[in-house]
Nanobody, 110 residues
Framework: VQLVESGGGAVQPGGSLTLSCAAS????????MTWVRQAPGKELEWVAG???????AYTDSVKGRFTISRDNAKNSLYLQMNSLKSEDTARYFC?????RGQGTQVTVSN
């Protein structure tokens, strides 16, 4: 099982980014998958999860701004992030079970 995240970067407050997570070694279509993040000096925080085709959940701080989705044909997971805030600055990881990737850094600042 391997997960490789990409799509992070530096963006101004109010901006948008889409994170991608390419999976191998398993099929994402039937997997419960999540995005988590870790800001400097803080604990790992659960951000969003997806089960099946349409069942999603989000932590309160990102509801209405972030959207988790997957592309079964590409065996990939995504996180669309809109209206980004400085407090969204963190390293973002996708997770399947106990496996997570190396992460991708998101920095929101002026």
């Amino acid at each position: 099982v391997q997960l490789v995240e990409s799509g992070g970067g530096a963006v101004q407050p109010g901006g948008s980014l889409t994170l991608s997570c390419a999976a191998s070694g398993f099929t994402v279509s039937n997997a419960f998958m999540t995005w988590v993040r870790q800001a400097p000096g803080k604990e790992l925080e659960w951000v969003a999860g997806i089960q099946g085709s349409h069942t999603t959940a989000y932590t309160d701080s990102v509801k209405g701004r972030f959207t988790i989705s997957r592309d079964n044909a590409k065996n990939s997971l995504y996180l669309q992030m809109n209206s980004l805030k400085s407090e969204d600055t963190a390293r973002y990881f996708c997770k399947f079970g106990t496996t997570r990737g190396q992460g991708t850094q998101v920095t929101v600042s002026n």
